[in-house]
């Protein structure tokens, strides 16, 4: 599976708005109203996901999809 496509199948599940829908570049908490909890629900599926960790000062730049799926490809060199 693509890793963006794994990242929105994951933003999806917690947000409850279906993957279809989600755009890769659009602020999650803006288009999605992802809060606090739900940004911190997300990171910790991604490093299970992918088996990262995520530095906490890393956190905030989980704005979009993409953003996310290129901090996975960094993180696993």
């Known amino acids: ?5 794994h990242v929105t199948e994951i933003v999806s599940r917690i947000t409850k708005v279906p993957a279809a829908a989600i755009d890769p570049e659009e602020d999650l908490r803006v288009a999605y109203n ?4 739900q940004g ?3 990171v910790a599926a991604v490093e299970k996901a992918f088996d990262v960790r995520v530095d906490d000062d890393e956190i905030d730049f989980y704005t979009n ?3 996310i ?9």
Do not use: K, P, W
């Open 40 to 42: 911190l629900q997300i």
């Open 1 to 5: 599976m693509e890793l963006e496509q």
């Open 65 to 67: 999809v993409r953003s």
């Open 34 to 37: 992802v809060d606090s909890l």
């Open 69 to 77: 799926a290129n901090t996975i490809r960094r993180l696993r060199r």
